[in-house]
């Protein structure tokens, strides 16, 4: 089973938005795959037309006195499953430093718990909530690949490197980070520029950017994974070149 993480310490870049639709296309590709909407916002959860709900909360997910699969819901789409958000997952933090005494075990909490679930899933996406915490170090502690999107700024651009440097003082295995352009806007010159030259001078960031249109907002109003209802759209085929690449990821 792979994990992969949609990831950044910013919120309103597209972390959602990418879990989504990669999700989906992980489900369309003949892989199990499930989708745990970590944000109590629940964001994705909405998307899905599931209540955001978890039986016992976030408390009982993390002491392990409710199973994990006992918290799993089904979506429409064949062969994806959601673990929904629940708003008890604002206090998760301090649910994972209550639950372990050592702070080694409650980074790991997650990953534990999501190795329950190997034998059922080929992949599992975590749509993460926008902070630096215990639940996101706990994150990127499980995640084989952390998808970290990234709006064509400067300043965007230095919330990766701080990131990146983050994940270097791990002490045992480091997830992949590999950053896409997300809300991208052609028509700025900045963005641009930052689409044509970054990739070519910095590993680890994808040349693939997902434009900003309307037609990505519109996951709300119908409540679906884009390439479901606009396959062929610019938007869609900006998502399954992204999936593309994590596929070969996933596989090295």
Request: hydrophobic share 45%; proline share 6%.
């Given at each position: 089973m792979?994990i992969v993480a949609?990831?950044?310490v ?5 972390k ?8 989906y296309?992980?489900?369309q590709?003949?892989s199990?795959?499930?989708i745990?909407?970590l ?5 994705a959860t909405?998307?899905f ?6 039986k016992?909360g976030?408390a009982r ?5 409710r199973?994990?699969?006992a918290?799993?819901?089904?979506t ?5 499953d959601?673990l929904?958000?629940?708003f008890t997952?604002?206090?998760m933090d ?6 372990h ?11 534990r718990?999501l190795?329950?679930l ?5 992949v599992?996406?975590?749509d993460?909530p926008p902070s ?6 706990n ?8 998808l970290?999107p990234i709006?064509?700024?400067?300043l965007a651009?230095r919330?990766?490197?701080?990131l990146a440097?983050?994940?270097?003082t791990f002490d045992q ?8 352009f997300?809300m ?5 010159a900045l963005?641009?520029e930052?689409i ?5 001078q910095?590993?680890g ?5 997902i434009?900003?249109l309307?037609?990505?907002e519109?996951?709300?109003v119908?409540?679906?994974p884009?390439?479901s209802?606009?396959?062929?759209s ?8 992204l999936?593309?690449?994590l596929?070969d990821l996933?596989g090295?």
């Amino acid at each position: 089973m792979k994990i992969v993480a949609s990831y950044n310490v910013k919120g309103g870049v597209g972390k959602t938005t990418a879990a989504v639709n990669l999700a989906y296309l992980s489900a369309q590709h003949g892989s199990r795959t499930l989708i745990w909407d970590l944000d109590p916002q629940g964001a994705a959860t909405y998307l899905f037309r599931v209540k955001p709900r978890v039986k016992g909360g976030s408390a009982r997910l993390v002491r392990g006195t409710r199973p994990i699969d006992a918290a799993l819901k089904g979506t429409d789409f064949e062969g994806l499953d959601l673990l929904p958000a629940d708003f008890t997952y604002r206090n998760m933090d301090l649910d994972l430093a209550r639950t372990h005494k050592s702070g080694r075990q409650a980074a790991r909490a997650l990953a534990r718990l999501l190795g329950d679930l190997a034998d059922h899933y080929d992949v599992v996406f975590l749509d993460t909530p926008p902070s630096l915490s215990l639940v996101s170090e706990n994150v990127l502690n499980a995640a084989d690949v952390v998808l970290v999107p990234i709006i064509p700024t400067v300043l965007a651009l230095r919330t990766y490197d701080q990131l990146a440097e983050f994940v270097e003082t791990f002490d045992q295995s480091r997830p992949r980070l590999h950053a896409f352009f997300s809300m991208a806007d052609r028509r700025k010159a900045l963005h641009r520029e930052i689409i044509a030259t970054l990739p070519q001078q910095r590993s680890g960031i994808s040349p693939t950017a997902i434009p900003a249109l309307s037609l990505i907002e519109q996951m709300a109003v119908q409540r679906a994974p884009l390439p479901s209802y606009a396959p062929r759209s610019p938007a869609a085929l900006a998502y399954h070149s992204l999936w593309t690449e994590l596929t070969d990821l996933l596989g090295a």
